[in-house]
C-alpha cells in the first residue's frame, strides 16, 4: 500500500506511478510498520469499488485489524450487477444480493463483524466521477469517517484500468481532503 500523503519522515515514493511495474519497484523501498503507524488509533475505511474488491485488495488488512484490532469499516461503492450483462440465470437484482452476500462472508471468514460492512449500490460500471451523484457519495463515506473515528482511508489505485475503481480513487481523495486522514492506494488489475 502506498501513502498518498507527502510525508517527509518515510522515504520519497512516486506518489502517482502510471505501471504496475512502477508500484511493484516502490514496494522494495516502502517501509515495514504496523497497523498502527499506519493508520493511527482508528480503524481503517477500505473503500472497494464492487463486492470482492475489499478481499481481494485488501484482505490481508482486514484480518490484521480484525486480530489485532480495532477492526476495519468496509464500504462498498456499486451494487456488482453488471459482471453478467444479460445473464438470465443472475439478473441485475439476483447478482447483486449473490454478491453482497459473498463480501459479506468473505470479510466475516476474514473476521470482521457484519456490522462493518456497507453497501452504497450504486450502479455497477457507471460510478460517479464528478457532479451531484460523486458529491452524495462522498459525503456520506465522509459520514462512515467520521461516525466510525476511522484513521485512514484505503481504496483502489487511480491507474486500475476500470471506471468504477478509478472514480472510487477520486472519491477517496476527496473524502481524505475533507475529513484530514490520510489516503493509501492499493492495486487490484
Keep these: 500500500m502506498q501513502s498518498m500523503e507527502d510525508d517527509m519522515s518515510r ?4 506518489a502517482r506511478p502510471t505501471r504496475v511495474s512502477d508500484v511493484l519497484r516502490s514496494w522494495d523501498v516502502l517501509p515495514v510498520a504496523d497497523l498502527e503507524m499506519l493508520f493511527g488509533a482508528g480503524p ?6 464492487h463486492p470482492d474488491d475489499e478481499s481481494i485488495g485488501c484482505g490481508g488488512i482486514i484480518a490484521g485489524c ?3 484490532g480495532p477492526p476495519p469499516t468496509v ?15 443472475w439478473p441485475p437484482e439476483a447478482l447483486r444480493d449473490l ?6 462472508e468473505a470479510v466475516r471468514r476474514l473476521g470482521l463483524p457484519g456490522d462493518r460492512i ?9 460510478a460517479p466521477h464528478g457532479g451531484e451523484a460523486f ?20 481504496a483502489t489505485w487511480s ?10 480513487a477520486k472519491m477517496a481523495r476527496a473524502v481524505a481532503c475533507r475529513t484530514g486522514v490520510p489516503h493509501y492506494a492499493y492495486p487490484v488489475w
Excluded: N, Y
Excluded at 464500504?75 to 440465470?89: K, L, N
Excluded at 456497507?118 to 460500471?125: E, K, S, V, W
Excluded at 465522509?142 to 485512514?152: D, L, N, T
Excluded at 491507474?159 to 472510487?168: E, F, M
Design 75 to 89: 464500504v462498498v461503492v456499486t451494487d456488482g450487477a453488471a459482471s453478467h450483462p444479460g445473464s438470465r440465470r
Design 11 to 14: 522515504p520519497k515514493i512516486d
Design 44 to 49: 481503517p475505511l477500505v473503500l472497494a469499488p
Design 118 to 126: 456497507r453497501f452504497l449500490r450504486l450502479a455497477d460500471a457507471a
Design 99 to 104: 454478491r453482497e452476500s459473498e463480501a459479506r
Design 159 to 168: 491507474h486500475d484500468p476500470h471506471c468504477d475503481h478509478k472514480a472510487v
Design 135 to 154: 458529491d452524495g457519495a462522498v459525503d456520506e463515506v465522509c459520514r462512515v469517517v467520521m461516525s466510525s473515528r476511522c484513521g485512514a482511508v484505503l
Design 66 to 68: 480484525c486480530a489485532q
